[in-house]
């Protein structure tokens, strides 16, 4: 089946530096998408990215699916950033069945 | 507001002691999947449902039943609970998108504690 690798794992940053979250993944994919699941344990939709680049805010996410990679970048952050970020692909079509990404647990400094 | 609602967001039980997870979504979506969280497995998804009283197993189904009796509701069943049940679990609702996949939005979670 399909890897989804993420990377860096964890990462501490200090309020108002910037990041970049990297995606990798094995195969073709029909979507990819980014997640935040802060740390009240929720899953938050950031973006439906299956290829080409979208921002939204201080957030922006770029996939180049023939290079089966999709990097998030977060700018300026903020303490409120802090949180796992996931991504995850459709592993199958048609079952609906999303295949997460191990993370990256980030940490945002005041 | 567009949303996927879990009830409840937080529960103990004891084991044996049948229970459900309910779900709604209110955005029309066909496809609905329940996954469980679990620390150094990730998400894994449990069933999922293509549509009105279509039901399929995922990875992880042994011990749960659902049900799709109406469209915006996917309510998750424990018949008889045990302690490696407990776990974070997680509604998810769906539609297809015009490229073919489907993008996905989750409910806040329900924590279930099995003692």
């Known amino acids: 089946g399909i890897q989804v690798e993420q990377s860096p794992p964890d990462l501490i940053l200090q309020e108002g530096a910037n990041s970049t979250l990297r995606c990798n993944f094995s195969d073709s994919v029909n979507n990819l998408q980014w997640f935040h699941q802060n740390p009240w344990g929720q899953l938050i939709n950031l973006f439906y990215i299956p290829s080409g680049t979208k921002q939204n805010g201080r957030l922006s996410a770029t996939t180049v699916a023939t290079e089966r990679y999709s990097l998030l970048y977060i700018s300026s952050s903020q303490t409120t950033d802090s949180g796992v970020y996931f991504c995850a692909l459709e592993g199958t079509s048609g079952t609906y069945k999303y295949i997460f990404g191990t993370g990256t647990r980030l940490k945002v400094l005041a | 507001e567009a949303q996927v609602t879990q009830n409840p967001r937080y529960l103990i039980t004891v084991t044996g002691k049948k229970l459900t997870v309910t779900c709604s979504q209110n955005m029309n979506h066909e496809y609905m999947s329940w996954y469980r969280q679990d620390p150094g497995l990730g998400l894994r998804q449990i069933y999922y449902s293509m549509n009105v009283e279509v039901t399929d197993k995922g990875d992880v189904p042994e011990g749960y039943k659902v049900s799709r009796k109406e469209k915006r509701n996917f309510p998750l069943i424990l018949e008889s609970p045990s302690p490696n049940q407990t776990s974070l679990y997680f509604c998810?609702?769906?539609?297809?998108?015009?490229?073919?996949?489907?993008?996905?939005?989750f409910g806040q979670g329900t924590r279930l504690t099995v003692v």
């Open positions: 998810a609702s769906g539609n297809l998108q015009g490229d073919g996949g489907t993008e996905a939005f």
